[in-house]
């Protein structure tokens, strides 16, 4: 007996990883968002009219794929004295808030995670 | 517990050319008062840490800044090529403990520092301690 099969592929594959490289995306910004406000929170500050290192804390995009989602981020200061505060100076001992942050934001991020044990 | 600072600075002190150029001038954090940057030397601090749960290791970043006694760049990353050749996958024991490995993260140059001008080439390493 005679016949023929058609196989129609219905290719999602583009609409998938439009959507994992979305989740990603989003995923990233949130937490560089939630790393640099803790890291606000832990800098430095001094007593008489401080604030100025804190404030000059920002994030910004660092790099993106062909889509336009953000695939790599940046958190920086803007104060010129950012690197001494982290890493100290020969005479002051280093404050390290940058590197505080990343490590317990990223512990949360961790645990939030549904594919992390 | 340990004491990693002391481990690191035995570890940096114990015979080998780095020891040659800075003898006993690894300071942590800070250098003393007196300190001028006339000679190498290596201060350092420890910037978090954890423990294995199931491994007797314990594994903590360090922050080394090198000086290299000069107001030469070139000399404080010299004192930076005797760190890491140091350094670099050291297993060794020392007096106050053991550590079981070391690797570099990153190395950089800074800007001079701003209260004192003196320029010196900043590294970071993970290191692996045995938990006793």
Redesign the interface.
């Given at each position: 007996m005679a016949g023929s099969h058609s196989v129609k592929f219905n290719d999602k594959t583009a609409d998938a990883i439009r959507y994992v490289s979305k989740l990603t995306g989003d995923t990233l910004i949130d937490y560089t968002e939630t790393t640099t406000s803790v890291t606000k929170k832990y800098a430095p500050v001094r007593k008489k009219r401080g604030g100025n290192h804190r404030r000059s804390i920002n994030w910004k995009k660092s790099a993106s794929n062909v889509g336009g989602t953000i695939t790599g981020t940046k958190i920086f200061s803007t104060s010129n004295?950012g690197?001494?505060l982290e890493?100290?100076?020969?005479?002051?001992?280093?404050r390290?808030h940058f590197?505080?942050a990343i490590?317990e934001v990223a512990k949360e991020f961790q645990k939030k995670s549904k594919w992390s044990k | 517990m340990i004491d990693r600072t002391q481990i690191v600075y035995e570890l940096l002190t114990a015979s080998s050319p780095l020891s040659t150029a800075v003898g006993t001038r690894v300071y942590s954090?800070?250098?003393p008062?007196s300190?001028d940057?006339t000679a190498k030397?290596i201060?350092f601090?420890q910037?978090?840490g954890d423990a294995h749960l199931t491994a007797a290791h314990n594994s903590a970043?360090f922050?080394f800044?090198c000086?290299g006694g000069s107001n030469l760049y070139s000399d404080a990353r010299d004192v930076f090529g005797l760190l890491y050749d140091r350094l670099q996958m050291a297993s060794e024991t020392v007096t106050s403990g053991t550590v079981v490995t070391a690797r570099l993260i990153s190395d950089d140059q800074?800007?001079p520092?701003?209260?004192?001008k003196?320029k010196?080439h900043?590294a970071r390493f993970q290191i692996v301690f045995n938990h006793s």
């Open positions: 004295y690197a001494y890493f100290g100076t020969s005479k002051m001992a280093a390290p590197s505080k490590r | 954090p800070v250098a008062r300190w940057n030397t201060i601090h910037d978090g970043n922050i800044k000086y800074l800007e520092e701003p209260d004192t003196y010196s900043i």
